[in-house]
């Protein structure tokens, strides 16, 4: 009677563990949605000039800072169209000067005309000059005007002419400084486009450049499960990290749903989920934060709740 009881307790015990486990399993099952590979955000660097390349300072697999300069394309061009404008502007300047210094001349002038003009008219008034020459003086003043008026016309076309070379040079400057092309984020060069030598075309991608401090993870889910999900909400990433003596231990990264398509497809390929592989799905993108550089891209992982 007392050799059978231990061996009782001990079946209470068993079925006791077993049920906890088939429960955790049966939550873990809730929670898990799907497997994903992750991916990075790729940004296709391009430049808006032409020319040679110069200079690569990136090779594939390399990593660049966000701002670090990775190329730089023929500026001598360039740089001798600035110098063209440059000397343009320079004579412009020049003139303007020397028009300013006519028209201040030609005002003294009408002013001095003007003086002897109302000299004159009153010696006519009192009778002591001939008529003829107050009409010669108003001729003057009025000559003097005109040449005076049209100056300054000159002056203000010769502004506008300042204002046009301004706006060219400007265009220069940022056609060179786009010459010097830079990373739009911190990432990985994935892929090298142009080698040393050959000519960069605008809009043509010379870097391809993943980005490495945000990832992300598109993962599928049956038309069922689709209500269960919102914009923004939070989901974890799971993946398998070698702990110490070779036991695995789980590591969770926090996501956050930032998109849910509004198709519908049929299941891919390489999907795994534990719901039927034929019905069709719906795409979700969710990016995580990789601040520890933990996640890599291609890094096969788990998607759950």
């Not at 809730?30 to 992750?38: C, L, P, R, T, W």
């Not at 701002?67 to 740089?79: K, S």
């Not at 003294?108 to 109302?118: A, I, L, P, T, W």
């Not at 049209?150 to 070379?165: R, Y």
Request: aromatic share 6%.
């Amino acid at each position: 009677m007392n050799t059978r009881q231990p061996a009782n307790v001990l079946k209470i015990i068993l079925l006791i563990t077993l049920g906890f486990l088939l429960s955790c399993s049966s939550m873990n099952s809730k929670n898990f949605i799907g497997s994903a590979v992750v991916e990075a955000q790729t940004y296709q660097v391009a430049t808006t000039a032409q020319g040679t390349i110069v200079a690569l300072y990136k090779e594939e697999g390399q990593q660049v800072a966000k701002g670090e300069l990775i190329a730089v394309i023929d500026t001598v061009p360039l740089v001798l169209r600035v110098n063209e404008v440059n000397t343009s502007l320079a004579e412009l300047l020049g003139s303007i000067a020397a028009q300013k210094d006519q028209l201040s001349s030609q005002e003294s002038d009408v002013k001095g005309v003007e003086r002897e003009y109302k000299r004159i008219a009153e010696l006519v008034a009192q009778g002591s000059a001939p008529s003829q020459q107050k009409d010669n003086l108003q001729t003057q003043v009025e000559s003097s005007s005109l040449r005076v008026q049209a100056n300054k016309m000159s002056l203000t076309a010769l502004a506008a002419k300042i204002s046009t070379i301004n706006a060219q040079k400007a265009e220069l400057m940022n056609q060179i400084a786009h010459c010097y092309v830079r990373s739009p984020a911190p990432g990985t060069v994935l892929t090298k486009y142009k080698n040393l030598g050959e000519v960069a075309l605008p809009g043509n991608p010379v870097f391809e450049i993943g980005a490495y401090d945000t990832m992300q993870v598109d993962f599928y889910v049956p038309q069922t499960m689709l209500a269960g999900f919102r914009l923004g909400q939070a989901v974890r990433i799971r993946l398998d990290d070698q702990g110490s003596g070779n036991k695995k231990k789980e590591t969770f990264v926090p996501a956050q749903i930032t998109w849910i398509s509004s198709d519908a497809e049929f299941s891919p390929k390489n999907i795994q989920t534990r719901e039927s592989r034929n019905e069709l799905v719906f795409k979700i993108r969710a990016l995580a934060a990789n601040k520890d550089g933990i996640l890599k891209r291609g890094l096969p992982v788990e998607v759950w709740r």
